[in-house]
C-alpha cells in the first residue's frame, strides 16, 4: 500500500487549498483515511476521516466547518479541502490509512509522505 499527498504549497491567510492523497494497491478491509497535521516541534494532530464505503467523516472540533474531507472511489483518492486558513495551520499534513478511522496516529499503518502547508499572515 502506498500513499501519495500533494497539493501543499503557500497561501494567505484567509485563502484556500486543496490537498490530495491517491492510494495504490488499497485493499478492501483499509477502509479508514485520515489525514493528520504536524507542526515544527509538535506532536501529530489529528484532522480528520472518511471511510471508503459510505463516506462517513469525522474532524477535530477546531477544524470543523473550515476542512471538508471527501472521497473519489474510482480514483482510489481522497481529498481535504481547507478554507479560511489561519497562519497556524502552516504544517505538514499527511495521509494516512487503516482498518477503522481513529483519531490516535498510532492506529494508522500506512502513510503518505507529507505534504506542507504555509499560511501566511
Known amino acids: 500500500v502506498q500513499l501519495q499527498a500533494s497539493g501543499g504549497g503557500l497561501v494567505q491567510a484567509g485563502g484556500s487549498l486543496r490537498l490530495s492523497c491517491i492510494v495504490s494497491?488499497?485493499?478492501?478491509?483499509?477502509?479508514?483515511m485520515a489525514w493528520f497535521r504536524q507542526s515544527r516541534g509538535k506532536e501529530r494532530e489529528f484532522v480528520g476521516t472518511i471511510t471508503w464505503h459510505g463516506g462517513s467523516t469525522a474532524y477535530a472540533d477546531s477544524m470543523k466547518g473550515r476542512f471538508t474531507i471527501s472521497r473519489d472511489n474510482a480514483k482510489n483518492t481522497v481529498y481535504l479541502e481547507m478554507n479560511s486558513l489561519k497562519p497556524e495551520d502552516t504544517a505538514v499534513y499527511y495521509c494516512?490509512?487503516?482498518?477503522?478511522?481513529?483519531?490516535?496516529?498510532?492506529?494508522?499503518?500506512?502513510w503518505g509522505q507529507g505534504t506542507q502547508v504555509t499560511v501566511s499572515s
Open positions: 494497491g488499497r485493499t478492501f478491509e483499509l477502509n479508514a
Open positions: 494516512a490509512t487503516s482498518r477503522f478511522p481513529d483519531r490516535r496516529p498510532e492506529q494508522y499503518n500506512y
